[in-house]
């Protein structure tokens, strides 16, 4: 079964605006990854949080990491329309490469 | 960053025949790869992990001989989905990674799979 629940599904926000989605795990972990996919493309890579750091920014994106709570959100400010993608979480339970996805978030960025 | 390639990006074929999927590392050494499936609208699906030299380990719930994996170099992974059916219909994509605990994995753009 999927390891991670993302929220909200789908996102549509204006340019400019922030965006904000959140993901929450089941098992402990000692990473948490957040991935981009363009729609019918592969994933890109954004910013990955260890479990002992609480918080982590590259560039216009924030993401935070509450081991108590098991979840973690994804900040992207300022978005722009290329911002516009679905956006998984992905955890690492077994510590073995072995990657659950979070069900993802579809955002749409409206020029 | 690392590139990740997959060939071919997009297949149609009928039901019943095989179909060959490649994922290259091009600039980095992959002893592990990954083969995940994702149907639209949903997430991506962990179905297999190919070690080189060694044989794939599937997930459970994935048939090892409807989806059969090659990890014959560094560099090449192959899934070959055979006797393929119109619910095979899916996007596969594949991840690389240099097989160190926590390692970033790098995906490959994927490959839609049609089958008629």
């Known amino acids: 079964s999927q390891q991670g629940e993302e929220d909200p599904q789908a996102l549509s926000i204006q340019e400019g605006e922030n965006a904000t989605m959140n993901c929450s795990y089941k098992t402990s972990i000692n990473n948490l990854q957040w991935y981009r996919q363009n729609s019918g493309r592969g994933l890109v890579h954004l910013i990955l949080i260890r479990s002992n750091e609480r918080e982590k920014h590259s560039g216009r994106l924030r993401v935070t990491l509450d081991t108590s709570k098991k979840s973690s959100s994804l900040l992207i400010t300022a978005s722009r329309a290329a911002d516009t993608a679905s956006y998984f979480c992905?955890?690492?339970?077994?510590?073995?490469?072995?990657?659950?996805f979070g069900q993802g978030t579809t955002l749409q960025v409206k020029p | 960053g690392a590139v990740v390639s997959q060939h071919p990006s997009w297949v149609i074929c009928k039901s019943g025949t095989s179909v060959k999927i490649e994922c290259r590392s091009l600039?980095?050494?992959?002893?592990?790869m990954f083969w995940y499936r994702q149907f639209p609208k949903q997430s991506l699906m962990l179905m297999a992990t190919?070690?080189?030299?060694?044989?794939?380990?599937?997930e459970q719930g994935v048939e090892k001989d409807k989806f059969l994996i090659n990890h014959a170099s560094l560099t090449l992974s192959t899934l070959t989905v055979t006797s393929a059916h119109p619910e095979d219909s899916s996007f596969y994509i594949c991840s690389a990674s240099g097989g160190r605990v926590g390692e970033t994995q790098y995906f490959g753009p994927g490959t839609r799979l049609l089958v008629l």
């Open positions: 600039d980095f050494q992959a002893t592990t």
């Open positions: 992905a955890t690492d339970p077994g510590n073995t490469g072995k990657l659950i």
């Open positions: 190919s070690n080189e030299g060694s044989k794939a380990t599937y």
